[in-house]
């Protein structure tokens, strides 16, 4: 733009209220801007003759010898005023504008804009001209001496920009266009072609700060924001884009598609009183019959917000409006229809809804399955029925329907009349999973348990199976869920065999394949590439001048990126010194080898994903392990234990594991073999250390494995050098009980006295301290045998005490004289115990026993027993009738 130009700017923006100039004035302007800088020598010399008899005539009047004093102006001191100047050089005078005073004008006058350097605006006029010519080169050579002198022209920087824009550099095009707006911020051309270049280009967040400078710059144009919308809507802002549509509202409020675009927004952000606002402010100022499609989605709305008697309403406010009943359309008397029937109005519902029935189903097919869809979702089942079986057999979506009869038949608990559609289906849908699963719980439920096993069990037919593999597709008998619901099937029928048979593989693969996971190192640090491709969110444009902008994401994204950026530099660090100590040592590492960690290997699909991370599957586990124990399959029941343990050692709970661990050691004490038992039986007995029922357990297999394991020794020094253990009995026991079966009853006599320390009202103690003294009284090398016989019997006599002269203390003593020869003693305490009457008591059972109960009553009388010996005491001393007499009484059956 050219001094004219600005000079004729400035007057328009000097004066407030003037009126427009006319068009010739215009033209006459235009003809001076293309000469202004050619003046002839004649006419600079009579500019300066009318100049200098102006300052003469000023001069004058100064000393008051020519007319009245009045202020001196502008004319009087440089000799002529712009009309002057044109009236001399032209032969025409400029007309005058016409001044208004605009009442109410507010704020200051504005400001006259600077005039361009002459120079400045020649030089601009000669890149216009190449650019023009398409001597681009040129233009930009001339431009880019103005924006060194004069930086601050727009019309520099949008010839530049469109200069580069014909050349096909975008970057440089991008640049100049920011300059440009920047520099003239209220020119809304310039923003708009930033908005389009943004967008071509992928910079969303310059496109939405470009739109809102633009719109910054000319608040009434609806269509920028209308692309503003857009461009929130691509990106999925719902939110963002029904504030749009709002502020669109609010400068064209007749404007249905954005009433209809906000609404919908907000409704998916679900802020429908909002929504509801939007369309109740239409619909009661510029509603049209044109526009009924704004009362069904308002009806809608009120529908899903459960306020049927305002969508009622509305529909009854809609039809006092129009003349005839017959141009209601069918979509509203369907809603209405609904409102009704929820309501309990039946039979205005039918009134409303007759007309379905009445229209053929090729033109009105939707809105039928509008009409059942609707009852549906409000629980009207029955009414739902009535319109999808009108739907039965055309060409809409048979698998659909068929499923949602069914589903309301479900509802109204009629599960018989649901099953054929059921099968209808599946016919159509062979590998639905959910389909076939939800079957198959209907015929659980009807006691159907052999359709429903055959329903979710591989086909027989092998062509069924080839063109299921052949379609690429994985077939429905493979998948988790079909197998677990089979396999409960069958255990809830007891069918162990066949549960067994048909989860065990998959259970196993799946603790394969998790095993295997963790055993991968898990990537705990995100690689250099996912970090940049993070960061890269807060980038600006590549050589972009305008930085800063507000990039366009979520909060957690926005929140990952800002992380990443912070991370990259340490670890370009790091990645470089490893390189370069790679190179020092004299190899070369490649972009891989340089990663700190490498990705987890892909595994293929687990069978069952949830295997570890759900409680059904729990139970699941739970029950396959016993039902493994029970069909004697222990090793396999052990193997599933120990990976479950494995497989999830920081997932699952410690009551859980507990649990696991109790189950694993009961079937280790009944497997053939104790070698796998004792491990398990072991780790319980030392987390549990002071339980007599795993010390019992632990003894029963250690029995069975012999007391010479190796293992069995050195878990007995530990306990022993263990200070925790070390205060414990029961180890003390076993080992008595060890060496007294090695006959080195000098050993056991130290590990039962030990114990007795620690608890010397036990009676098992007592009872053990003194048949140990009493054998080892009887032994070759002991000297004081006397001395050491009289303390054993000291302490069978103290578990006497203790045992309040029970039947089998009494018992015990007199066996222990007996077994010393004193049988005169033995005789009166056997006597005693054949005086005395015990009542059975319930076996205490060990973990896992099957042992039964003894179905003959007095097992727990040791009359039998003394009576027994009792008679040889009688037989050896020849009192053969007296010891025929005991046999007889006390021990014929």
């Given at each position: 733009?050219?001094?004219?130009?600005?000079?004729?700017?400035?007057?328009?923006?000097?004066?407030d209220?003037?009126?427009?100039?006319?068009?010739?004035?215009?033209?006459?302007?235009?003809?001076?801007?293309s000469?202004?800088?050619?003046?002839?020598?004649?006419?600079?010399?009579?500019?300066?003759?009318?100049?200098?008899?102006?300052?003469?005539?000023?001069?004058?009047?100064?000393?008051?010898?020519?007319?009245p004093?009045?202020?001196?102006?502008?004319?009087?001191?440089?000799?002529?005023?712009?009309?002057?100047?044109?009236?001399?050089?032209?032969g025409?005078?400029r007309?005058?504008?016409?001044?208004k005073?605009?009442?109410?004008?507010?704020?200051r006058?504005?400001?006259?804009?600077?005039?361009?350097?002459?120079?400045?605006?020649?030089?601009?006029?000669?890149?216009?001209?190449h650019?023009?010519?398409?001597?681009?080169?040129e233009?930009?050579?001339i431009?880019?001496?103005?924006?060194?002198?004069?930086?601050?022209?727009?019309?520099?920087?949008?010839?530049?920009?469109?200069?580069?824009?014909?050349?096909?550099?975008?970057?440089?095009?991008?640049?100049?266009?920011?300059?440009?707006?920047?520099?003239?911020?209220?020119?809304?051309?310039?923003?708009?072609?930033?908005?389009?270049?943004?967008?071509?280009?992928?910079?969303?967040?310059?496109?939405?700060y470009?739109?809102k400078?633009?719109?910054?710059?000319?608040?009434?144009?609806?269509?920028?924001?209308?692309?503003?919308?857009?461009?929130h809507?691509?990106?999925?802002?719902?939110?963002?884009?029904?504030?749009?549509?709002?502020?669109?509202?609010?400068?064209?409020?007749?404007?249905?598609?954005?009433?209809?675009?906000?609404?919908?927004?907000?409704?998916?952000?679900?802020?429908?009183?909002?929504?509801?606002?939007?369309?109740?402010?239409?619909?009661?100022?510029?509603?049209?019959?044109?526009?009924?499609?704004?009362?069904?989605?308002?009806?809608?709305?009120?529908?899903?917000?459960?306020?049927?008697v305002?969508?009622l309403e509305i529909?009854?406010?809609?039809?006092?409006?129009?003349?005839?009943?017959?141009?209601?359309?069918?979509?509203?008397?369907?809603?209405?229809?609904?409102?009704?029937?929820?309501?309990?109005?039946?039979?205005?519902?039918?009134?409303?809804?007759?007309?379905?029935?009445?229209?053929p189903?090729?033109d009105?097919?939707?809105?039928?399955?509008?009409?059942?869809?609707?009852?549906?979702?409000?629980?009207?089942?029955?009414?739902?029925?009535?319109?999808?079986?009108?739907?039965?057999?055309?060409?809409?979506?048979?698998?659909?329907?068929?499923?949602n009869?069914?589903?309301?038949?479900?509802?109204?608990?009629?599960?018989?009349?649901?099953?054929?559609?059921?099968?209808?289906?599946?016919?159509?849908?062979k590998?639905?999973v959910?389909?076939?699963?939800?079957?198959?719980?209907?015929?659980?439920?009807?006691?159907?348990?052999?359709?429903?096993?055959?329903?979710?069990?591989?086909?027989?037919?092998?062509?069924?199976?080839n063109?299921?593999?052949?379609?690429?597709?994985?077939?429905?008998?493979?998948?988790?869920?079909?197998?677990?619901?089979?396999?409960?099937i069958?255990?809830?029928?007891?069918?162990?065999?066949e549960?067994?048979?048909?989860?065990?593989?998959?259970?196993?693969?799946?603790?394969?394949?998790?095993?295997?996971?963790?055993?991968?190192?898990?990537?705990?640090?995100?690689?250099?590439?996912?970090?940049?491709?993070r960061?890269?969110?807060l980038?600006?444009?590549?050589?972009?001048v305008?930085?800063?902008?507000?990039?366009?994401?979520?909060?957690?994204?926005?929140?990952?990126?800002?992380?990443?950026?912070?991370?990259?530099?340490?670890?370009?660090?790091?990645?470089?010194?490893r390189?370069?100590?790679?190179?020092?040592?004299?190899?070369?590492?490649?972009?891989?080898?340089?990663?700190?960690?490498s990705?987890?290997?892909?595994?293929?699909?687990?069978p069952?994903p949830?295997?570890?991370?759900?409680?059904?599957?729990?139970?699941?586990?739970?029950?396959l392990?016993?039902?493994?124990?029970?069909?004697?399959?222990y090793?396999?029941?052990?193997?599933?234990?120990?990976?479950?343990?494995?497989?999830?050692?920081?997932?699952?709970?410690?009551?859980?594991?507990?649990?696991l661990?109790?189950?694993?050691?009961?079937?280790?004490?009944?497997a053939?073999?104790?070698?796998?038992?004792?491990?398990?039986?072991?780790?319980?007995?030392?987390?549990?250390?002071?339980s007599?029922?795993?010390?019992?357990?632990?003894?029963?297999?250690?029995?069975?494995?012999g007391?010479?394991?190796?293992?069995?020794?050195?878990f007995?020094?530990?306990?022993?050098?263990?200070?925790?253990?070390?205060?414990?009995?029961?180890?003390?026991?076993?080992?008595?009980h060890?060496?007294?079966?090695?006959?080195?009853?000098?050993?056991?006599?130290?590990?039962?006295?030990?114990a007795?320390?620690?608890q010397?009202?036990?009676?098992?103690?007592?009872?053990c301290?003194?048949?140990?003294?009493?054998?080892?009284?009887?032994?070759?090398?002991?000297?004081?045998?006397?001395?050491?016989?009289?303390?054993?019997?000291?302490?069978?006599?103290?578990?006497?005490?203790?045992?309040?002269?029970?039947?089998?203390?009494?018992?015990?003593?007199?066996?222990?004289?007996?077994?010393v020869?004193?049988?005169?003693?033995?005789?009166?305490?056997?006597?005693?115990?054949l005086?005395?009457?015990?009542?059975?008591?319930?076996?205490?059972?060990?973990?896992?026993?099957?042992?039964?109960?003894?179905?003959?009553?007095?097992?727990?009388?040791?009359?039998?027993?003394?009576?027994?010996?009792?008679?040889?005491?009688?037989?050896?001393?020849?009192?053969?009738?007296?010891?025929?007499?005991?046999?007889?009484?006390?021990?014929?059956?």
């Amino acid at each position: 733009m050219d001094d004219w130009e600005e000079g004729e700017e400035v007057v328009e923006m000097d004066i407030d209220g003037e009126e427009e100039e006319d068009e010739d004035d215009m033209d006459i302007l235009d003809c001076i801007v293309s000469d202004a800088f050619r003046v002839d020598e004649n006419d600079s010399l009579s500019y300066e003759a009318l100049a200098q008899k102006k300052r003469e005539a000023a001069f004058l009047r100064q000393q008051g010898d020519v007319g009245p004093s009045r202020n001196i102006s502008e004319d009087d001191i440089f000799g002529a005023n712009f009309e002057d100047i044109l009236e001399e050089m032209t032969g025409r005078r400029r007309k005058r504008r016409k001044r208004k005073k605009m009442a109410g004008t507010k704020g200051r006058k504005k400001g006259q804009k600077a005039k361009l350097d002459p120079a400045i605006a020649r030089k601009i006029g000669d890149g216009n001209i190449h650019s023009a010519c398409g001597n681009y080169s040129e233009a930009i050579k001339i431009l880019k001496e103005v924006v060194q002198i004069e930086p601050r022209i727009p019309e520099c920087h949008h010839t530049l920009a469109l200069v580069y824009e014909a050349i096909g550099d975008k970057k440089k095009t991008m640049n100049c266009y920011i300059i440009a707006a920047l520099v003239s911020p209220k020119d809304v051309a310039l923003w708009k072609r930033l908005v389009a270049l943004s967008i071509e280009q992928g910079f969303h967040g310059q496109a939405r700060y470009c739109l809102k400078k633009a719109i910054t710059a000319d608040p009434e144009d609806v269509d920028l924001r209308l692309q503003l919308v857009k461009l929130h809507s691509d990106l999925g802002d719902h939110l963002n884009v029904a504030k749009s549509c709002h502020k669109i509202i609010e400068l064209c409020p007749s404007n249905v598609e954005v009433c209809k675009m906000a609404a919908e927004m907000y409704r998916r952000c679900g802020q429908v009183e909002r929504a509801i606002d939007i369309l109740e402010n239409y619909l009661s100022n510029f509603l049209s019959k044109n526009d009924l499609i704004i009362v069904s989605l308002l009806m809608s709305l009120h529908i899903e917000n459960d306020s049927h008697v305002k969508a009622l309403e509305i529909f009854e406010l809609i039809s006092s409006r129009i003349s005839s009943k017959n141009e209601i359309p069918l979509y509203l008397k369907v809603k209405a229809g609904v409102c009704h029937a929820y309501l309990g109005n039946m039979k205005e519902s039918e009134f409303i809804l007759e007309s379905l029935w009445k229209e053929p189903l090729k033109d009105n097919g939707s809105l039928v399955l509008e009409a059942a869809n609707l009852f549906f979702k409000l629980g009207l089942y029955e009414s739902a029925l009535k319109y999808y079986f009108l739907l039965e057999g055309t060409s809409y979506d048979q698998a659909f329907l068929q499923l949602n009869i069914s589903k309301c038949y479900l509802s109204l608990n009629e599960h018989k009349k649901a099953i054929p559609f059921y099968y209808k289906a599946l016919s159509i849908m062979k590998n639905n999973v959910d389909v076939r699963i939800s079957l198959s719980l209907i015929l659980v439920q009807e006691e159907r348990i052999d359709e429903a096993i055959t329903l979710l069990s591989p086909p027989l037919d092998k062509e069924s199976i080839n063109n299921d593999i052949s379609t690429n597709t994985k077939p429905w008998w493979l998948d988790g869920r079909i197998k677990l619901k089979l396999a409960r099937i069958y255990y809830n029928n007891a069918m162990l065999e066949e549960f067994v048979d048909t989860i065990f593989a998959s259970v196993c693969e799946t603790l394969r394949m998790e095993n295997m996971n963790g055993k991968i190192s898990i990537k705990k640090r995100l690689t250099i590439p996912i970090l940049s491709k993070r960061a890269r969110l807060l980038d600006d444009p590549p050589g972009s001048v305008l930085c800063g902008v507000k990039p366009i994401g979520t909060s957690s994204e926005l929140l990952k990126a800002c992380r990443a950026k912070k991370m990259l530099p340490e670890r370009e660090e790091k990645r470089e010194e490893r390189k370069v100590r790679a190179l020092e040592n004299g190899f070369e590492l490649s972009n891989d080898d340089l990663e700190e960690e490498s990705d987890p290997k892909n595994l293929p699909e687990k069978p069952l994903p949830k295997l570890l991370n759900d409680e059904e599957h729990y139970c699941l586990i739970l029950d396959l392990c016993k039902a493994l124990f029970h069909l004697q399959r222990y090793w396999d029941a052990l193997e599933i234990i120990n990976n479950v343990l494995y497989a999830s050692t920081k997932t699952m709970s410690r009551d859980k594991k507990e649990e696991l661990r109790t189950l694993r050691s009961q079937i280790a004490y009944r497997a053939i073999d104790p070698k796998h038992g004792y491990e398990f039986v072991r780790s319980i007995v030392m987390r549990h250390p002071n339980s007599l029922a795993a010390w019992n357990c632990y003894y029963e297999v250690i029995s069975r494995l012999g007391f010479h394991h190796p293992k069995h020794a050195k878990f007995m020094q530990k306990c022993a050098r263990d200070t925790q253990q070390s205060k414990c009995v029961p180890p003390m026991i076993i080992q008595g009980h060890q060496f007294t079966l090695n006959s080195t009853h000098q050993d056991a006599a130290k590990k039962y006295l030990h114990a007795y320390k620690l608890q010397p009202d036990n009676p098992l103690i007592n009872l053990c301290c003194g048949t140990s003294l009493i054998n080892l009284a009887l032994g070759f090398r002991l000297k004081n045998k006397h001395l050491t016989l009289v303390q054993g019997m000291g302490f069978l006599f103290q578990y006497l005490r203790i045992c309040n002269e029970s039947q089998e203390a009494l018992y015990n003593i007199a066996r222990a004289f007996q077994h010393v020869g004193l049988v005169t003693l033995a005789v009166s305490y056997y006597e005693k115990v054949l005086e005395m009457e015990v009542d059975d008591y319930p076996i205490p059972k060990l973990l896992a026993s099957n042992s039964q109960q003894p179905t003959v009553p007095g097992y727990c009388n040791l009359r039998r027993e003394a009576a027994f010996n009792l008679h040889l005491i009688y037989m050896k001393s020849g009192s053969v009738d007296l010891a025929r007499h005991i046999l007889k009484t006390y021990c014929t059956i």
